[in-house]
């Protein structure tokens, strides 16, 4: 086998992890890098608690972009479907790995909510569910695609 730049054995202990790229050096001769934590897939990853620096940057990014589709909404109604095909994924890419803290499903769902230009004071599951459905509401379809998840293995 070959070494690449790219390898990284990540792990909850440092110095165990340095142990165990020293042993299989010796075994295969691929070399890795130590770290505390690493990005596998455009995912965090490690021997700790959920990471998630990437999914608060992937976040940030999909609230932006439903901003922008809330202002294309303001224009035409239609615009809002791209919440669905666009920053819904984003949004949700990686849930099914790690799993979902209920303050992330509330996130998804009030960027849904901006995406559909409805404001903080209408009733959030009711506008979901008016404007995408409501097996497109975050706090439904979350769940739904972890459990479809654990079909599959």
Sequence with gaps: MHSSPKYVLAGSRIELAAKAAVAIRKGTGVKYK???????????????????????????????????????????????????????????????????????VTRARQTANTATRAGAAACLT????????????PAVAIPVEQLRMWQQL
């Design 126 to 137: 009711s506008t979901l569910a008016l404007h995408y459905g409501p097996s497109r509401d």
């Design 34 to 104: 130590v770290e505390r934590r690493a990005t596998d897939l455009g995912l965090d990853c490690g021997g700790m608690r959920r990471i998630g620096v990437k999914h608060k940057k992937r976040n940030n990014k999909a609230r932006a972009r439903a901003v922008r589709i809330g202002k294309l909404t303001k224009w035409c109604k239609e615009a809002r479907k791209l919440y669905i095909s666009g920053a819904r994924p984003q949004v949700s890419y990686g849930e099914t790995g790690y799993g979902v803290a209920q303050g992330q």
